[in-house]
């Protein structure tokens, strides 16, 4: 029971820092971003090739630089954020379910890319055996080092956006999403504020993404799909947007309920394939379920009234 709280403490907490970002883009932001898998995948990969070994052997990948874990904590922040960078610029101008659209597109091309392109990291195979630090120091358990540091992370990642929304710049930007011609009325540069807050959000999503790769200790497509960017929307629904808490609390719950299934043993493959399928179910239930009783606008207007 122990290693279950602890698996859901440490993802619950890594994928909060996604639901964050996904929050401030959102709710802040007033952006619809299909694409947050993106992001993370580029932390991920970025942390795996900084650290890597050269290609040796059967290795199809190009680029491994053997560098310490800290540097890739930087490649993957700065890779996190260039991908927004590249894709932000064309994309922002649209709205609604064209930019959804557009971003689901950029994600599902980069999952291409890396799906196909050797070259990058091994393709279907992926990057393996990723670095990790030395922590075996004071007795500490790895588990619970990892823990730690995703706590660490989130509650980073909220403080500082947090301290962002309540000051000037924060207020500048819920004037934009909440009506944009009166915004530039009042001279605000409303591409430029949705370009800054869609650049920002990416950085925690890529140290979130290295963070993954250094507890899994492995970085391949499959890990990195639409199911991400799914699940983490649905953590933002059932949490509630524009609150920080909530949103915390929304991933947490999501991410145990799934852990609590998995941990169920199972007699035989065929059973545990259906027990993921009756996981899916009930996720969606309880998404629809949530959207029927606090769909995004009550939500909405009892956040403004608090």
């Given at each position: 029971?122990?290693?279950?709280?602890?698996?859901?403490?440490?993802?619950?907490?890594?994928?909060?820092?996604?639901?964050?970002?996904?929050?401030?883009?959102?709710?802040?932001?007033?952006?619809?971003?299909?694409?947050?898998?993106?992001?993370?995948?580029?932390?991920?990969?970025?942390?795996?090739?900084?650290?890597?070994?050269?290609?040796?052997?059967?290795?199809?990948?190009?680029?491994?630089?053997?560098?310490?874990?800290?540097?890739?904590?930087?490649?993957?922040?700065?890779?996190?954020?260039?991908?927004?960078?590249?894709?932000?610029?064309?994309?922002?101008?649209?709205r609604g379910e064209y930019l959804a659209l557009t971003t689901f597109a950029f994600a599902e091309m980069l999952h291409s890319v890396l799906l196909n392109e050797r070259r990058i990291g091994n393709g279907s195979v992926g990057l393996s055996n990723i670095e990790r630090p030395e922590i075996g120091w004071m007795g500490i358990p790895e588990g619970y080092v990892y823990a730690g540091a995703a706590i660490i992370l989130m509650l980073g990642t909220a403080l500082v956006f947090r301290r962002l929304l309540a000051s000037p710049y924060g207020r500048a930007v819920d004037a934009v999403r909440d009506d944009e011609t009166a915004a530039q009325a009042i001279g605000k540069d409303v591409a430029r504020l949705r370009f800054q807050v869609f650049v920002i959000s990416a950085v925690p999503i890529g140290l979130a993404g290295a963070l993954y790769a250094m507890i899994t200790t492995l970085v391949s497509p499959d890990l990195f799909t639409a199911e991400v960017t799914f699940f983490v929307w649905m953590a933002l629904v059932l949490g509630g947007e524009r609150t920080i808490l909530g949103v915390v609390l929304g991933t947490l719950a999501l991410v145990g309920f799934q852990e609590i299934v998995r941990a169920i043993p199972y007699e035989s493959v065929r059973t545990a394939q259906l027990a993921k399928s009756v996981e899916v179910m009930l996720t969606g239930v309880i998404f629809i379920l949530v959207l029927r009783w606090q769909p995004f606008e009550a939500l909405g207007r009892r956040s403004k009234k608090a």
């Open positions: 029971m122990s290693q279950i709280l602890l698996s859901i403490l440490t993802f619950g907490c890594l994928f909060s820092v996604l639901t964050l970002s996904l929050n401030l883009q959102y709710a802040r932001g007033g952006m619809i971003n299909f694409g947050i898998v993106a992001y993370f995948a580029a932390g991920a990969y970025a942390y795996a090739i900084f650290t890597q070994e050269p290609p040796k052997g059967l290795d199809q990948y190009l680029f491994g630089f053997g560098a310490p874990w800290w540097v890739g904590f930087l490649a993957a922040a700065v890779a996190s954020m260039l991908f927004a960078i590249i894709t932000g610029w064309p994309t922002l101008r649209l």
